[in-house]
C-alpha cells in the first residue's frame, strides 16, 4: 500500500498579508507612476519654406558701407486708365509735289570750278558769333552774301585792328594768310575746328570785309561774284536726291551722256572720253551738272516748276546752248541761268547751273 506525504499546510490569511499583498500593492503603486509621469515631447520641426530664394544683386558704388543694406523696391500696380481715341499724329497722305524747305536740305558741296566765288555757307551757328566791325553795312553789293560782306566806313588799317582783337574773345584764332597793299586775309579757326577765311579789302574810302569758306582773289572777283540761292539746290535736291556728290555717279552726269560734251567740258579730243577721263568743265558752270532719269527735258521743266521754281524764281526763256533749253533765272538781285541738256539717248535730263549766260 503505497503511503503519500502530505504538504504542510499553511494558513491563507497568513501567506496572503505577508506576500501576495505588498507584491499587489507595489504592482499598482508603480503603474500608477508610469501612467501619471509626462513624457518629453518631440521637438517640432520649423515649417519648410517652399518659395524660391530672391536673389539680391549689389549695384556697384563708390564707397562700400558695411551697415548698408540692400533695398527691395516693390512696384505698385498702376491703375488701369481708359483708352482715348487719339487722332494719329502721321496720317497717311497721298504725296504731292510741295516746294521744300529751306531748312530741310544741305546746300551743295562747291566743286573745284566753283571756289573763285565765296559762298554762304560761312552762316552756320559758329560763324553767326563771329564779330562784326561797327559801323558796317550787310550784304555788300547785292550779290545775296549777307551778314557774311559787310562795307566798314574805316580804312583796311582800322578794320584789321579791331579783327585781331575781338574774334579772340569769342574763341577764334587768326592766322595772317596773304597781304597786299589792297587787301588782308586771314585764316580763321572756329571754336569747333573750322577753317574760314577772312578778307580785308581796300575800295576808298570804305573797306570791304568778307567772311566766306574760300579764298576770293580780289575785289573785282567779289562785285562780280553770283551766290546761287539755296531755294534752287534745295529743289534739285529734293527731286534728285544726294544731288551734286562725287561718290554719287547716279545723280552725276558724265561726259558721254552729253550730245555735245565739248560745249560743257575743255575735251581735247574724242578720244579721251574713250579712256573714262573726266575733263574740266568749262568756266561758268556751278557745282556738278546732274542727271535726272527718265523725265525727257519738257516734262523735268513742268515737274520743278510744279515744285516752286516758278513761285519761287523770274523764269525767262534765253533760247537754246548745247542741244538743250536755256532758261534766265532772277530772285531779288540774283540772277542765273538753268539749262536742261536731254541725255545722249533721250531717257532723261541734264541739269546745268550756269553763273551767267553761256550763250553770251
Known amino acids: 500500500m503505497t503511503k503519500t506525504l502530505s504538504l504542510p499546510s499553511f494558513p491563507r490569511s497568513a501567506i496572503t498579508r505577508s506576500i501576495v499583498r505588498p507584491m499587489l500593492f507595489a504592482a499598482l503603486g508603480l503603474h500608477a507612476v508610469l501612467l501619471f509621469t509626462p513624457f518629453p515631447k518631440e521637438k517640432e520641426k520649423p515649417p519648410e519654406n517652399k518659395e524660391a530664394p530672391v536673389k539680391i544683386t549689389q549695384l556697384p558704388t563708390t564707397k562700400a558701407s558695411a551697415k548698408q543694406t540692400p533695398k527691395i523696391a516693390i512696384a505698385k500696380p498702376k491703375p488701369a486708365l481708359p483708352k482715348i481715341n487719339r487722332p494719329n499724329p502721321n496720317p497717311i497722305v497721298q ?18 570750278q566753283s571756289q573763285s566765288k565765296p559762298s554762304n555757307n560761312a552762316d552756320s551757328a559758329t560763324a553767326a558769333d563771329f564779330p562784326h566791325y561797327s559801323p558796317s553795312t550787310p550784304d555788300c553789293f547785292n550779290v545775296g552774301l549777307g551778314e557774311n560782306c559787310r562795307v566798314a566806313t574805316a580804312n583796311i588799317s582800322t578794320v584789321a585792328a579791331f579783327y585781331l582783337s575781338a574774334p579772340k574773345a569769342k574763341g577764334f584764332t587768326l592766322t595772317p594768310d596773304e597781304e597786299t597793299a589792297d587787301k588782308k586775309v586771314y585764316s580763321v579757326t572756329t571754336p569747333d575746328k573750322k ?37 534752287y539746290y534745295n529743289l534739285l535736291t529734293d527731286l534728285a536726291p544726294q544731288v551734286d556728290r562725287s561718290d554719287n555717279p547716279q545723280t552725276n552726269a558724265q561726259p558721254e551722256q552729253f550730245p555735245k560734251p565739248e560745249m560743257f567740258f575743255n575735251v581735247v579730243s574724242a578720244a579721251e572720253l574713250q579712256t573714262g577721263t573726266i575733263p574740266e568743265m568749262r568756266p561758268g558752270i556751278d557745282g556738278s551738272p546732274t542727271l535726272i532719269t527718265g523725265q525727257p527735258p519738257d516734262v523735268f521743266f513742268q515737274t520743278i516748276s510744279t515744285a516752286g521754281l516758278s513761285g519761287t524764281f523770274q523764269v525767262t526763256p534765253k533760247g537754246q546752248y548745247g542741244g538743250g533749253n536755256l532758261y534766265q533765272l532772277k530772285k531779288e538781285s540774283t540772277t542765273f541761268y538753268m539749262n536742261l541738256v536731254p541725255t545722249k539717248d533721250n531717257t532723261g535730263t541734264i541739269v546745268v547751273t550756269w553763273l551767267r549766260n553761256p550763250g553770251s
Open 95 to 112: 504725296k504731292s509735289i510741295e516746294p521744300p524747305k529751306q531748312q530741310e536740305a544741305a546746300p551743295p558741296e562747291s566743286s573745284p
Open 195 to 231: 577753317t574760314l577765311f577772312l578778307h580785308l579789302f581796300k575800295d576808298e574810302p570804305t573797306t570791304v570785309i568778307l567772311l566766306s569758306d574760300s579764298k576770293v582773289s580780289d575785289l573785282a572777283a567779289l562785285k562780280g561774284s553770283v551766290n546761287i540761292p539755296a531755294d
